[in-house]
């Protein structure tokens, strides 16, 4: 398809946002009983145990934990990337408004997730959950950051102020 002809077809919000909306569908659907604790075992056990076959029991519930734990933290971070991306939209360059916005979407998202998780019968809500989902977040609001302040190129001009006529 031409690139002027799928303007047409395709809205610039729609093709701003898209991935940000099927990632919070992903994240939803990982909320469900399907990637519960229970379930996401039977999955991982498997895959550690051809690396390390002489695994015990405790052993892999702990792996299990931090492999868990650590899925939180990059969905959200994956999440934040592409908020900024689908705000940012067809501009370039980095706005603290911008950056701001995709990080209060993430963390509402993140509070909303575990109260949908309260109401998933194999699941639990964790406050501490949606703290380590946050922290992704942050943490990828803060390589957005430091990525467009500190990897610009020789004579490129610097990002914009913001004033009202900007935003």
């Avoid at 067809?90 to 997730?113: P, V």
Wanted: aromatic share 20%.
């Amino acid at each position: 398809m031409q690139p002027r002809l799928s303007q047409f077809l395709i809205p610039s919000w729609l093709r701003a946002w898209w991935p940000a909306l099927l990632w919070a569908a992903v994240i939803f659907t990982m909320s469900s009983d399907t990637f519960s604790a229970q379930h996401s075992a039977y999955f991982f056990e498997p895959i550690v145990r051809w690396f390390k076959p002489d695994v015990t029991r405790h052993q892999f519930e702990i792996i299990h934990h931090y492999i868990r734990k650590t899925a939180h933290f990059t969905e959200y971070f994956v999440f934040c990337m592409l908020l900024y991306r689908g705000i940012r939209g067809a501009r370039a360059g980095w706005r603290w408004t911008w950056g701001l916005t995709a990080l209060f979407i993430a963390f509402t998202y993140s509070a909303l997730d575990e109260i949908h998780q309260a109401f998933v019968a194999s699941r639990q809500a964790s406050p501490y959950d949606s703290l380590l989902d946050s922290v992704g977040a942050f943490f990828a609001f803060t390589v957005l950051y430091f990525l467009f302040h500190f990897n610009k190129r020789p004579g490129t001009p610097s990002a914009v102020p913001e004033s009202p006529s900007n935003s």
